[in-house]
C-alpha cells in the first residue's frame, strides 16, 4: 500500500490540501468542524504525519545523540536512563551509541550523528580520546554537545561532571579510618581527568592524614577485570604488606577481589577495598563492596537539561557551563576492617 499524504486527504475530502496542513497542525484558521471531518478522514485513511520532512522544513530533527564508552557498564546504562527520561519529556528522541573504549569509532560515531542531522551530542569520551578534532567538528557546525562523566581538555566546554577529587579523597580517608596505612591506588589512564583527580584525592587524604605517598604504589592499567587481577598479583612484591586498595572503578576492585579469594587472602581483615562508580553487581557478591556512588541517572538527567536548554537556544555562541555533583561513598563489607577486630 501507498502512504497515504496530505493531497490523498485533500483529494478524498473535495478541499484545499494546505487546509488539510493546517488542520493536522492544529492550526486556528481552520473551522473545528472542519478540522474535525480532517482528523476523522486522516484516522480512517491510516495517514501519519511526517515529522521527520516537517522538522527538517525547520532544520530541526527533535533527536539527539548519545556517545558512551560501554552500554553494559551500570553507571552508563543508569545515565542513559536519565538522558531518555529527560529527553522525552521535551518531545526528543535519542539515538545511543557506544565508542567500546576507541577513538577511531568514537570518531565514527561523531560523524554518523552530524550526518544525520542530530539536534546535539551529549558524550562520555574514551579512555583513547586526546585528540578532539570531532568535537570540534560540532563546534564548527553550531551543534551544541555537552561532555558528562569524562572531562575534556577544550576550551569553552560544556560538562556535567562528579567531583572526583572528593570521590577519591573520601574513598582513601575511609580506608585510613578503618585502620588501613599502606594503601594501594588503581589508577586508570591520566589523560583522563576523572582518574588524574581520583589519584589527586587519594594523595591528599594520605596527606591530610601524614601517610607518606608512594609513586610505586600507584597501579595504572585500563581497570577492566582481568586488570585488577594483574595489579593484585603485584601486591606481593611491595617491602611492606598492603592492607587497603582504592581502585578506580568497581570492575578492577572486583577482579582484586577474586584474586584474593583464590589466594585465601581475606577480605577486609587482611586487604580492604573500595571501588568507584556502584556498579550493580558491588551490593551483591560476597562480601559486597564499598564504593563511591556517582549517581549516573541524575548526572545523564542534568546533561540532557543543560544540553536541552542550549538547543532551545538556537545560538553558535552558547553560554558555556559546567556542573559539577557531589560523589556519595557507600561503605560495605569489603572495608569493614574495625568490626572484625572487636
Not at 478541499?15 to 492544529?26: H, K, N, P, Y
Not at 576550551?155 to 594503601?183: M, P, R
Not at 604504589?217 to 611492606?240: C, H, P, Q, R, W
Not at 545523564?300 to 544540553?307: D, K, N, P, Q
Request: proline content about 2%.
Amino acid at each position: 500500500m501507498n502512504k497515504i499524504t496530505i493531497h490523498d486527504l485533500a483529494r478524498e475530502l473535495g478541499i484545499d490540501s494546505s487546509t488539510v496542513s493546517r488542520a493536522l497542525s492544529g492550526s486556528s484558521r481552520v473551522a473545528q468542524k472542519t478540522k474535525e471531518r480532517i482528523t476523522a478522514k486522516a484516522k480512517e485513511l491510516g495517514y501519519q504525519k511526517n515529522d521527520l520532512a516537517s522538522n527538517l522544513r525547520k532544520n530541526k530533527t527533535n533527536v539527539i545523540g548519545v556517545v558512551v564508552p560501554r552500554i553494559s557498564r551500570h553507571f552508563f546504562s543508569s545515565a542513559i536512563s536519565g538522558i531518555e527520561e529527560r529527553a522525552y519529556k521535551e518531545g526528543y528522541s535519542v539515538v545511543i551509541c557506544q565508542s567500546l573504549e576507541t577513538l577511531e569509532k568514537e570518531e565514527k560515531i561523531i560523524g554518523n550523528l552530524l550526518a544525520n542531522r542530530v539536534d546535539g551530542v551529549l558524550i562520555s569520551v574514551s579512555m583513547e580520546t586526546e585528540n578532539y578534532a570531532h568535537l570540534q567538528s560540532l563546534k564548527d557546525r553550531g551543534i551544541p554537545y555537552v561532555v558528562f562523566d569524562r572531562h575534556c581538555e577544550i576550551e569553552e566546554n560544556s560538562n556535567v561532571l562528579i567531583d572526583d577529587f572528593k570521590g577519591g579523597f573520601d574513598a582513601t580517608e575511609h580506608l585510613i579510618k578503618n585502620g588501613c596505612q599502606n594503601i594501594v591506588h588503581f589508577s586508570g589512564p591520566q589523560n583522563l581527568m576523572i582518574y588524574k583527580n581520583r589519584l589527586l584525592g587519594y594523595k591528599a587524604a594520605l596527606q591530610e592524614y601524614k601517610i607518606p605517598f608512594k609513586e610505586e604504589y600507584v597501579l595504572g592499567s585500563s581497570l577492566m577485570e582481568k586488570d585488577g587481577i594483574e595489579n593484585a598479583k603485584k601486591l606481593a612484591a611491595f617491602d611492606t604488606t598492603i592492607d587497603g586498595v582504592f581502585s578506580s572503578n568497581d570492575v578492577a576492585a572486583i577482579g582484586a577481589m577474586k584474586y584474593f579469594k583464590k589466594k585465601g587472602i581475606r577480605v577486609p581483615e587482611d586487604i580492604a577495598l573500595v571501588g568507584f562508580s556502584n556498579e550493580s553487581i558491588s551490593a551483591v557478591i560476597d562480601p559486597a563492596l564499598s564504593t563511591v556512588n556517582q549517581s549516573g541517572f541524575e548526572i545523564g538527567s542534568t546533561a540532557t537539561e543543560l544540553l536541552l536548554t542550549q538547543i532551545k537556544r538556537g545560538e553558535v555562541l552558547i553560554q558555556h557551563e559546567t556542573i559539577v555533583l557531589a560523589p556519595e561513598l557507600i561503605a560495605r563489607k569489603s572495608s569493614d576492617r574495625l568490626s572484625k577486630r572487636s
